[in-house]
């Protein structure tokens, strides 16, 4: 069974270091819609905002609420968060992609999907842009701040209305303009402002579907499932990839991998 966890530091007055953490768990016994969870997103007031496969829940703190289909909001099924950097809060669903308006607690559509309607994937943030992936392979800019579309490009990669073994990764972060796709076990650089292909990898071995992180421009992390205890690292401009092994980490397969940068190294 599913269950969320929150949790709270205490801070000092100077903001020096954390002294504790207090966590929460919640679960269906405290309101939870159901036990799957398709996605967790935060609005600009930190409420949080949970997606299910049959619905939508707001958390203030304390209750869940659902969230019904109402006008703005047409579909409330597998909806995908994206905040932006100016803390709008985009839901994406089967008919397109609608902002949450906090002030009026309502929702607007700024984007309506045509064709095989399933829903857009976000990929990121660039300049004030954001971009997502159609299920025909394409990727779309829209501005964030008046949602204009900028730019449709078809990117050429496997479509995953073909195949649902299409279903691509991306990296969770951009540099310089640049983020990692993976799909089927090869990793493809795209450029979100020329809106071109600029690298490509041979088929990686056990690759995983969960993490990609760039290093560089030119470098990605990801993991395989033949060395439990090290993450691999692509170079495009070598065509290359060198594993990193992770000290301290036992021999279990890695299940999920969050990077905190350093001041020598990632």
Same mark, same amino acid.
């Given at each position: ?91 994406? /669903?089967?008919?397109? !992609?609608?902002?949450?308006? @906090? ?5 607007? %559509?700024?984007?309506? =999907? #045509? +064709? ?60 310089? /303009?640049?983020?990692? !796709?993976?799909?089927?076990? @090869? ?5 979100? %402002?020329?809106?071109? =292909? #600029? +690298? ?67």
């Amino acid at each position: 069974m599913a269950t969320i966890i929150l949790s709270a530091g205490c801070f000092s007055a100077n903001s020096q270091a954390i002294k504790r953490y207090n966590t929460f768990s919640y679960s269906v016994n405290e309101g939870l819609l159901q036990s799957t969870i398709g996605d967790i997103g935060y609005d600009r007031n930190n409420f949080c905002w949970i997606s299910f496969p049959n619905g939508i829940q707001k958390f203030d703190g304390k209750d869940f609420t659902i969230v019904p289909i109402q006008p703005g909001l047409p579909d409330d099924k597998f909806v995908k968060f994206f905040r932006c950097s100016n803390g709008e809060l985009l839901f994406s /669903h089967s008919q397109g !992609i609608s902002k949450y308006l @906090v002030a009026g607690n309502r929702f607007i %559509q700024v984007y309506k =999907l #045509t +064709g095989d309607k399933k829903p857009a994937l976000f990929i990121g943030e660039d300049g004030d842009i954001v971009y997502f992936y159609t299920v025909n392979g394409e990727i779309t800019g829209i501005d964030c701040h008046n949602f204009r579309i900028k730019s449709t490009l078809k990117t050429g990669l496997p479509n995953l209305a073909e195949n649902s073994d299409n279903r691509p990764l991306f990296s969770s972060n951009i540099i310089d /303009h640049k983020t990692i !796709i993976r799909v089927n076990d @090869v990793l493809y650089c795209w450029d979100l %402002q020329k809106g071109q =292909l #600029t +690298g490509q990898s041979a088929p990686l071995k056990a690759s995983s579907p969960y993490f990609l992180r760039m290093r560089s421009a030119q470098e990605v992390f990801y993991y395989d499932y033949i060395t439990n205890n090290a993450l691999q690292l692509y170079d495009f401009s070598k065509n290359t990839s060198r594993t990193i092994i992770l000290k301290g980490k036992d021999n279990q397969p890695i299940g999920r991998c969050i990077i905190f940068p350093g001041k020598t190294r990632p």
